[in-house]
Nanobody, 123 residues
């Protein structure tokens, strides 16, 4: 069973920085795409950043130039460095993994999520 566990959320003042980390486990052979999403109260979940195993990176317009996504494919981890945080970045942040190949599955699996970590930015 593939599991994702996030860490690193917290409370920070506007202009500050936080780094989120996520580790995937469960007899994983490879993961094609790892990403960070967020969901603010009363809003839909949105993709913040994604990083494919081919090196393709996508950022939401709202975070470009402030957030950076990193991956360690060998360790199945993905980090999100968040700088110049704004109150509107306040949300629960979720780690996501897609096209996951495991030792005992002959097909890629999709749609794995972590439990979420709260990020609160005060003004």
């Amino acid at each position: 069973q593939v599991q994702l566990v996030e860490s690193g959320g917290g409370l920070v003042q506007a202009g500050g920085s936080l780094r989120l980390s996520c580790v995937a486990s469960g007899n994983i052979v490879s993961i094609s795409i790892m990403a960070w999403y967020r969901q603010a109260p009363g809003k839909q979940r949105e993709r913040v950043a994604s990083l494919g195993s081919n090196g393709n990176i996508i950022y939401a317009d709202s975070v470009k130039g402030r957030f950076t996504i990193y991956r360690d494919e060998a360790k199945h981890t993905v980090d999100l460095q968040m700088n110049s945080l704004k109150p509107e970045d306040t949300a629960v942040y979720y780690c996501n993994a897609d096209q996951v190949w495991t030792e005992h599955s002959g097909v890629a699996q999709y749609g794995f999520w972590g439990q979420g970590t709260q990020v609160t930015v005060s003004s």
